[in-house]
């Protein structure tokens, strides 16, 4: 088997948020942290210009990105990354994976999310 090597350097900075949770209503929801209260990681990040989808007959594009950086236990599925050039916020798409279960790299894509009504 061949060995993983990662297809581009780790050179953009990357902030990961933790989200904590309450309870409203009787509905828990996710509530994000400062920018200041986050870790940063370096990673590389790839847009590829997003994923076209078509929704009940309306088409759109919805960025997405792959992203593969160092291994760390606490990047979850539950994480937000936030590039801190732009301020744009990326849900974690799946659980990130563990490259051949080795603790030496992690890969996930991630799906720009915008607040808004």
């Known amino acids: 088997m061949a060995e993983f090597r990662p297809s581009l350097p780790f050179s953009t900075a990357l902030i990961v948020l933790k ?5 409203v209503a009787g509905v828990r929801s996710p509530v994000l942290p ?6 940063q990681i370096f990673a590389s990040f790839k847009t590829y ?9 309306v088409y ?6 792959s992203v593969e950086t160092w291994f760390r236990p ?3 599925s539950d994480c937000v990354i936030v590039l801190p ?6 849900q974690i798409i ?7 279960m080795r603790n030496q ?11 808004g009504a």
């Open 19 to 23: 989200p904590t949770y309450t309870k």
């Open 74 to 76: 606490d990047i979850t």
């Open 105 to 115: 790299f992690l890969t996930f894509r991630v799906e720009r999310f915008k607040g």
């Open 60 to 65: 759109s594009v919805v960025d997405t990105a």
């Open 49 to 57: 210009g997003g994923t076209d989808t078509t929704v009940d007959g």
């Open 94 to 100: 799946g659980e990130p994976e563990n490259i051949n």
């Open 34 to 39: 400062d920018l200041k209260d986050g870790f």
């Open 85 to 90: 050039a732009t301020g744009a916020k990326y």
